[in-house]
């Protein structure tokens, strides 16, 4: 998940002072900025996705992933090429019930391969059941995602499409196998997501699904129900992370690497250990640069980590008023000789730092405001010295009706991609939490 922009302070000013309520000023500044083509985030400037398939959780930024792609340019650089959003499915939860138990299903004949009989079917259009299984096999839509310009290693093409998985077990074999294929909607604004099996698939491109559960962590709960993009730095390119059951599932091209995970402090807590073993909690993307030369942004090395604070969902508007609460931790890490720029560019805006042996982690805190105004960021200096740097936040309540319908904003944290600006989304009691850099 790559992110950031170049800051117009004067124009943000201008904005926070103007606005009388608790809107998204960083949205109007985009639009004013540019355009409809410049689309601010997705759970937000979202008019261009639509799909029951997401629509009950489609303005709550916590469960999606939204930012442009890095590409290489013409002189192997990595550049930034088109946006692209992954919007999760309102229904992920209840993925392993929709999908059924592969016992109860057709199984494929080994003497037709495999898992390669599945991939070799799909791939050239044809519906499986008619080369590979006795009858039609159940998939399930789990995400809707929208491309700006296309991208081949994952079959998108320009508009939306809808990302199916279903899983089968081989004949004389009980290990569960998951399959998933990318079918474009085309260049339009809606979509329904709504085929149920491989019989009724069309044309569109398979990709390989690696399952993961980490240790100890055998339960749903444990893992959020969101989508997000990843990055393969093998191959240079992005794929899909997902939940899937008690499992994480990552989506990509046929000979895709996934990324390391993060490993967990010696004696730390549970809650500690499962938001940093388990992606889909924290989120993590090489971040951006504005060169003044080419005027431009440009994909750093430096690898942005923000992981929330086990407790965050548990975290109430009493918390939030009566003082600053933690809810992130931020590490920079890597880089490349040239990114010492950009590394005192993030010093100087956040407070965000190299990770060193005697600091390896920022601290992001969080206080509310009086209604109807912004709430406020604190971020510590360095343990050597230097004073705590503030940030304004806004605050996004979800729509009414959104708990009610039983949908919690999940207590992850991750970055937030913004053509003029950039900064962070984490879970804030019943809302979002939107920090700027101003």
């Not at 639009?31 to 008019?47: F, I, K, M, N, Q």
Request: charged share 25%.
């Amino acid at each position: 998940m790559r992110s950031i922009s170049h800051r117009h302070p004067l124009l943000a000013l201008l904005f926070a002072f103007t606005l009388s309520s608790c809107e998204f000023i960083a949205e109007r500044t985009i639009r004013s900025l540019g355009g409809p083509e410049d689309r601010a985030e997705c759970g937000h400037d979202s008019t261009y996705a639509s799909s029951p398939l997401i629509d009950a959780i489609k303005h709550v930024p916590e469960f999606h992933d939204c930012q442009r792609f890095i590409v290489s340019g013409p002189n192997r650089d990595w550049v930034y090429g088109a946006l692209h959003a992954i919007y999760a499915s309102s229904s992920l939860d209840s993925l392993m019930i929709r999908l059924g138990d592969p016992l109860g299903e057709p199984r494929v004949d080994r003497r037709r391969s495999g898992e390669s009989a599945v991939m070799m079917a799909l791939q050239a259009g044809t519906p499986v059941v008619a080369t590979t299984f006795q009858r039609n096999h159940r998939v399930v839509a789990v995400a809707l995602a929208y491309s700006g310009g296309g991208y081949e290693p994952l079959g998108l093409e320009p508009g939306l499409s809808c990302l199916y998985v279903g899983t089968y077990r081989i004949e004389g074999d009980t290990t569960t196998r998951w399959f998933a294929r990318m079918e474009s909607q085309g260049d339009t604004t809606a979509a329904d997501c709504a085929k149920s099996s491989t019989s009724q698939l069309t044309a569109g491109k398979d990709l390989k699904v690696i399952r993961t559960t980490a240790d100890g962590f055998d339960s749903e709960s444990d893992y959020p129900a969101v989508a997000r993009w990843d990055w393969d730095d093998t191959r240079r390119e992005q794929y899909i992370g997902i939940k899937c059951g008690a499992a994480w599932c990552e989506v990509g091209d046929a000979d895709f690497v996934p990324s390391p995970g993060l490993d967990a402090p010696d004696g730390a807590s549970r809650d500690e250990r499962r938001v940093r073993l388990i992606k889909g909690w924290y989120d993590q993307q090489y971040l951006a640069y504005w060169d003044e030369k080419q005027s431009r942004l440009t994909p750093t090395r430096i690898l942005g980590t923000i992981i929330p604070v086990p407790d965050l969902g548990s975290k109430t508007s009493v918390d939030f008023s009566s003082g600053y609460v933690d809810v992130a931790r931020v590490l920079l890490e890597r880089g490349d000789p040239q990114d010492g720029a950009a590394f005192a560019m993030y010093r100087n805006k956040f407070n965000f730092r190299r990770t060193a042996s005697d600091d390896p982690e920022s601290t992001l805190s969080i206080r509310s405001g009086p209604p109807g105004k912004l709430w406020r960021a604190r971020i510590p200096g360095p343990p050597s010295g230097g004073s705590a740097k503030f940030r304004h936040v806004m605050f996004r309540n979800v729509s009414s009706g959104f708990e009610s319908s039983g949908y919690v904003v999940p207590a992850v944290a991750r970055w937030r991609w913004m053509k003029s600006d950039e900064g962070t989304w984490t879970r804030c009691t019943s809302g979002c939490c939107e920090m700027s850099s101003y």
